[in-house]
């Protein structure tokens, strides 16, 4: 027998079936020898082997990688920096773009993103050629080498772009400790006004990071609140020597085992 003859097309839905085929009588794959078996249950069952083996795979996965959970959200932390997971990336970056954003916001956020996977999901109606080899479609072809590499470029700049340390600061879990409100140093905090930023227990808010299990030493504390650092001003302490190492001492241990 010839290869090809009488060849059927089985894999591509919008090949008409071949003329002829009446209804409930099985299409005839004799000439696959050895490439067909029945579907039930020897088929089934292999399907059900390899599904059960992924399954398996899967939470093994989850369990030895847990989820990369961050802190519980906060509405009123406006320095928090959303990022979309790793297949969102390209739109995220997308949208980073003059063109796209700012006054043309709708144009990139819907208009550009709409007309590429509006004109995927309208492919098979607008190229409706039957041709299977890829250098005979060269529009088809094309445009999704076209989409891939601007994927792929976007994923690669949003990703060479941004700022992973930072990314994994901001969300870290912390645990967090009610302080000793009776405790002299603790008032000392209110006196110099460090709790109206850096919150009630010293937690963090809006105005300031947490100061919860800092991780710094009592000098470098005094050392700050008496010359600032960055967005925090110098001179907000005003107390005596002796208040900032009281104070300082009572901060770096702020966190840590319950009082
Ligand atoms: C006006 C608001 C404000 C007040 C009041 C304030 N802070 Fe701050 N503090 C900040 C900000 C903002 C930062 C973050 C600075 C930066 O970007 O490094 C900060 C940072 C710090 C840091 C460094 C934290 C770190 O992890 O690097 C310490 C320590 C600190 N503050 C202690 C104090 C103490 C002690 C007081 C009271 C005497 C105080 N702060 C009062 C706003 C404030």
């Known amino acids: 027998m010839h290869r ?19 209804a409930n009588i099985p299409k005839d794959y004799s000439e696959y020898p050895g490439k067909t078996e029945a579907f ?3 088929f089934l069952l292999k399907e059900w082997m390899v599904g059960a083996v992924f399954l398996a795979g899967f939470l093994t996965l989850t369990i030895a990688h847990p989820s990369p959970l961050e802190r519980v959200a906060d509405p009123t932390d406006t320095g928090y920096t959303p990022l979309p997971d790793w ?7 997308f949208l980073k773009y003059s063109f796209a954003s700012g006054d043309y916001n709708v144009l990139g956020a819907f208009v550009i ?18 041709e299977r080899r890829p250098s005979k479609r060269p529009l088809a072809t094309g ?15 949003a990703t060479a772009h941004h700022d992973w340390k930072k990314q994994k600061e901001q ?56 010359n600032g650092q960055k967005a925090m001003p110098a001179g907000v302490f005003k107390g005596t020597d002796e208040e900032l190492k009281i104070l300082a001492e009572f901060v770096s241990k702020a966190g840590q085992a319950a009082e």
Request: some cysteine; overall charge neutral; proline content about 6%.
């Open 171 to 226: 969300g870290k879990i912390r645990a967090f400790v009610e302080l000793n409100k009776e405790d002299p140093a603790y008032k000392l905090l209110q006196t110099n006004t460090c709790v109206s930023c850096h919150g009630d227990n010293l937690e963090g808010g809006a105005a300031a990071p947490s100061l919860q299990n800092s991780g710094l030493k009592p000098e470098e504390i005094a050392e700050i609140a008496k």
């Open 143 to 157: 445009f999704m080498l076209l989409g891939f590499a601007g994927v792929i470029y976007l994923t690669w700049e």
């Open 87 to 93: 297949y969102f990336l390209f739109l995220y970056q």
């Open 4 to 22: 090809g003859k009488g060849m059927k097309f089985v894999g591509d839905s919008r090949v008409p079936a071949m003329a002829g085929r009446k």
């Open 40 to 42: 039930w249950p020897n």
């Open 113 to 130: 993103p709409g007309l590429a996977f509006g004109g995927l999901l309208l492919a098979p109606f607008l190229d409706r050629s039957t």
